[in-house]
């Protein structure tokens, strides 16, 4: 009961990291909505496991996440730090969670 | 200052003639301190001490037991300050009572707060504001939170200004402004890094076609870069700046990915006669070719290319920008491909000469869906018979027919050629055909209802068309258009934002430019975004009528009125 109106998300790396995010900022990716947004086991437990990514690489995921949905509307935005090393790793789980 | 203060002292002298002084005497003159002072000060207190003991009473009261300087000083002051405050209020009440805002203040001089009312003592730090019709004083509080709200407009003010900054210069890259995505992030950082990257990896085929084209624009594709995107699994493979990869490494292309299917090669002057004899072994699957600048190639190498197998399997040539593709060269192409090909682009190729052998294009190609016959070395060499041999021929299948600079067709060949024989043609672009008119153009659009309607439309520089012609088309594809360019049709005049807006709708347009239609203007704006739901982008470089009054919807970006300079 209580945790379909949860406004919170696990996201747990295939490395065994759990991050707890604010539902908001999961669903700024179309991966995580779609997952989310339908009635797989996903959304009825709000936990999702993802298989492809690292935590070091989920961390940074989720920054970005928080980063979307901080300056979504302002014009002002700081930009995203990437770490050079990890920039192409990143664009293989962004381009899958579709962010 | 220090005269001033000096005056205040009891003595009442003043020092009209004065010596040299050291440094200490003119700081104790500038603080006001005078050896006259101290001297008088001294001797009225041992008087007044003297009256104490004579007078026995007053004991407790004035003599205390503090020495008497301090005591004398400390009052000195205070009646200094008090006649500072008096004089203070009084400027106050004067300023006041001009105000007409005696009634606030009390006789003791306190004030009320005009904000939350509250009774104060008004210092220099209170703020005077106008506020509710009166003009008052904010009491300490009042002005913290006051000085807070103007130092956060103005925050406010300088943020909106760099937005609108912002907003802008997205509007001249076509693009609204909005946060980046983590894939543009990573993109970027990855072609300012591109000399580090070793391989790209399994990044998707959308990625790696984004960063291609980011090296191509930023000019960093080279032999190192251009390897990363060599993978033997790729079927397409597009290099939009092929000028810094030599004859060696465009080689590689063949060598590592013999399956690719479509190739395009833009700015390829570095291609060698050994480069597209090596292609024409390799490229066993190859379909599509585009080869914009290849000025190395000459006559006998094309003719060698198209007469090898490779070359017999083509369905697509796009060649442009090059003066070696002969007559021969063409002939050669026809006579191996010509019967298969169902794309053609033949533009600035100044090498094609004759007119005879333009005229042999109708007896080859017979399913064409893609032609383009663009900018000839000579307008005469594309007649109005030519395109409606064609048309007679591939008409049926023919979706885009793009004629641009064929400056040497007229009416004809849009009534005789494009209207009886073109039913699934979706795109037409005739920039710079300035012998097309009106009646030509309206007598095409006009009951042509073979043809379902076209999606992209482009007129740009047809200087003798005018409103007639122009509704025409809009009335035949109102329904379908999505793309419409009627760049510098400089006839047209208001009465056909009238007329359309009136009678029309197009529900799918999604970007138009009107740019040099002097006649637009911010009502003719107003139109159009009221009868064109889906519209993102109008231009309108060079109309002068047009002005940020124009009432628009707010999701339609117009680009080009001299009033958004940044």
Partial sequence: MSEEVSPYV?????????????????????????????????????????????????????????????????????????????????????????? | MSRRRGRQTETGEEFQVQGPSSALTSFLREQGISAEAIRTRYEEGLRRQLEEEAGGEEVENGGSDESDEEILEGEEETAEIKRIRERARAKRRRAQREDGLDDDEKADGNNFCIECDREFVISVYSKRIEKYGRIGYLCPECTTNE?????????????????????????????????????????????KNIDAVDLLGDIGVVNMKKI????????????????????????????????????????????????????????CGRLHKDNLNYYAQKFTNLQYIYLNGAFLINDQTWQDFFDSPVGKNLKGVHIKNTHRFTPDSLISLLDNCGNNLEELTLSRL??????????????????????????????????????????GVNGESLETLILDGC?????????????????????????????ITDS?????????????????????????????????????????????????????????????????????LTALDLGFVRSCDDSALAVISRIAPKLTILEVYGDNRCTSAAIVRDNLRIIGRQSDSI
Wanted: hydrophobic residues 40%; glycine residues 4%.
């Fill in chain 1, 10 to 99: 696990t996201l747990i790396s295939n490395d065994g990291f759990q991050f707890l995010i604010s539902k908001d900022a999961a669903l700024v990716s179309g991966t995580l909505k779609g997952m989310l947004n339908t009635s797989f086991q996903e959304s009825s437990t709000n936990t999702i496991k993802l298989h492809e990514l690292d935590g070091v690489l989920l961390e940074k995921v989720i920054e970005y996440l928080y980063y979307n949905l901080k300056y979504k509307e302002s014009v002002d935005v700081p930009e995203f730090d990437i770490p050079t090393e990890m920039a192409l790793e990143l664009l293989v789980a962004a381009d899958f969670l579709d962010v």
């Fill in chain 2, 147 to 191: 000085i807070k709200r103007q130092r956060l407009t103005k925050r406010n003010e300088i943020e909106a200004r760099k937005r609108r900054k912002k907003v802008a210069a997205a509007l001249l890259d076509k693009q609204e402004f909005k946060i980046p995505t983590l894939q543009d992030c990573c993109i970027n950082v990855i072609s």
């Fill in chain 2, 212 to 267: 291609g084209r980011i090296l191509s624009k930023n000019r960093s594709l080279d032999n190192r870069t251009m390897a990363l995107f060599l993978d033997p699994a790729m079927r397409e493979i597009e290099f939009w700046d092929c000028s810094n990869i030599d004859s060696v490494a465009l080689n590689k292309i063949a060598a590592f990915c013999p399956n690719v299917e479509r190739l395009v090669l833009n700015m």
């Fill in chain 2, 350 to 391: 100044d090498g094609l000469t004759s007119k005879s052998v333009y005229d042999l294009l109708p007896h080859y190609l017979r399913s064409l869906k893609h032609l383009e016959i663009s900018y000839p070395n000579k307008e005469e060499l594309i007649d109005d018979e030519l395109i409606i041999n064609l048309m």
């Fill in chain 2, 407 to 435: 400056s040497g067709l007229t009416d004809t060949f849009l009534v005789s050629g494009v209207k009886p024989f073109c039913p699934a043609l979706t795109k037409l672009s005739l920039v710079m055909l300035d012998q």
């Fill in chain 2, 440 to 508: 030509g153009v309206s007598s095409l659009f006009n009951d042509w209802a073979i043809n379902g309607g076209l999606m992209d439309v482009n007129l740009s520089r047809c200087i003798d068309l005018g409103d007639d012609g122009v509704y025409a088309v809009l009335e035949h594809s109102c329904q379908t258009l999505v793309e419409l360019n009627l760049n510098s049709v400089k006839n047209i005049s208001r009465g056909l934002f009238k007329q359309i807006g009136r009678n029309l709708r197009f529900p799918l």
